[in-house]
């Protein structure tokens, strides 16, 4: 769905009483600031429209995050560590 993520990798953890999810996303390429805010507001759109959850997205720079080869890798559960 959107063609300038090249990985992204989702990290849910406590905070407090709460679990929080977290998307890091990799684009393709360097972005600048505006398409940058851009790409992070649409992805909070489609997130919240499709799961009705709230989700921090965090963009990373290219070849920061691991190649995964399995979609279960990109998922961290890190409620019980």
Known sequence: EFPVISEYEIVVKKKGIMDEISLRVEPQEEMGGDSMTELMALITERLKMKT?????????????????????????????A
């Open 52 to 80: 009705n959850l709230r989700f921090n997205i965090e963009l990373v720079k290219p070849g920061q995050l691991p190649r995964y080869t399995l979609k279960s890798k990109r998922f961290k559960d890190l409620r019980g």
